[in-house]
């Protein structure tokens, strides 16, 4: 089962992950925990390349975060898949959607097929999205961790990305599920791990 989490920044998903992965191996499942942009050693330097400072047109931006994709689901996702584990991944193919398209203004029709292109047409099985006003999210990440080149973008382009969030969530509502990532980070999780379980159940 592959399952992604999106959403705006501090919206507490790295956190959640990290719940759900203990509380699913205790239920005896196996689970592949992991992110974009930035698996393995090849995401890893495109990651660098993308979130530190420097000027990036968002047509190379684009391109950066699909080559991460393209390398992430052949080597390391599909694997895990075909061994029976559950991915989670920290964003995906919705985020490229989202903030090249909705908020930097790259042809949305262009991502999806992009994205076709990088995952050779695998989907997620369930997206999560954890949604929050941006303005709470931001506050959250100030007071925290350093903030990167997206994160210092205007208030402005996160609402951009909240609302493609939502547009893309009421598109495809048999995969999106939308949470509440106001509640409190053990409540998230225990809405994040029943959505999951009920669809292993189907
Ligand atoms: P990260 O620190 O991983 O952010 P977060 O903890 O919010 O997930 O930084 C990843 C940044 O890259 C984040 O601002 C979202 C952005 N992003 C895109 O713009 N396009 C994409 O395709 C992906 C996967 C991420």
Known sequence: MFVTFEGPEGAGKSTAIRGLASALEANGHRVFVTREPGAG???????????????????????????????HVE?????????????????????????QGY????????LK?????????????????????????????????????????????????????LDLASQEPARWVTLDATKAPDALCADALSEILSRLGR
């Open 103 to 110: 908020a930097r203004g790259v042809d949305i029709e262009f």
């Open 41 to 71: 050693s090849f995401g890893t330097k495109i990651r660098a390349l993308l979130l530190e400072e420097g000027d990036v047109v968002p047509e190379a931006e684009l391109l950066l975060f699909l080559a991460d994709r393209a390398n």
């Open 113 to 165: 097929r992009g994205n076709a292109f990088a995952t050779k047409g695998l989907k997620p099985d369930l997206t999560l999205l954890f949604d929050l006003d941006p303005s709470v999210g931001l506050s959250r990440i100030s007071e925290g961790r350093d903030n990167n080149r997206l994160d210092r973008e205007p208030l402005a382009f996160h609402q951009k990305v909240r609302d493609g969030f």
């Open 75 to 99: 080597t390391m996702i599909r694997p895990a898949l075909a061994e029976g584990k559950i991915v989670l991944c920290d964003r995906h193919a919705d985020s490229s959607v989202v903030y």
